[in-house]
């Protein structure tokens, strides 16, 4: 059985970097598309990003231009390389894969 474990969260100045990783153990997710979601604090879990098996890359009107998803299939790993962090991307960042929810990750944007 697949798991995803989200890992690299933490506490960013507005303006920082931070990137987030999404291992999958226990199988593989080639062949299907990888997601990440948050929710930040009283408010639903939004869509951030998706890539495919192939590298096709879908992001939120939100984070477009400052965030870039990427994945390596050998690894069984994806990644959420998040640049120019505003304090409204503060939210916990959850990995899907193969239909697998991670536990999420937190990040908070502050000065």
């Known amino acids: 059985q697949v798991q995803v474990a989200e890992s690299g969260g933490g506490l960013v100045q507005p303006g920082g970097s931070l990137k987030l990783s999404c291992a999958a153990s226990?199988?593989?997710?080639?062949?299907?598309?990888m997601r990440w979601y948050r929710q930040a604090p009283g408010k639903e879990r939004e869509f951030i990003a998706r890539?495919?098996?192939?590298?096709?890359?879908t992001y939120a009107d939100s984070v477009k231009g400052r965030f870039t998803i990427s994945r390596d299939n050998d690894k069984n790993t994806g990644y959420l390389q998040m640049n120019s962090l505003k304090p409204e991307d503060t939210a916990v960042y959850y990995c899907?894969?193969?239909?697998?929810w991670g536990q999420g990750t937190l990040v908070t944007v502050s000065s």
């Open positions: 226990g199988g593989t997710f080639i062949g299907y598309y």
């Open positions: 890539i495919s098996s192939g590298g096709t890359t």
């Open positions: 899907q894969a193969a239909g697998v």
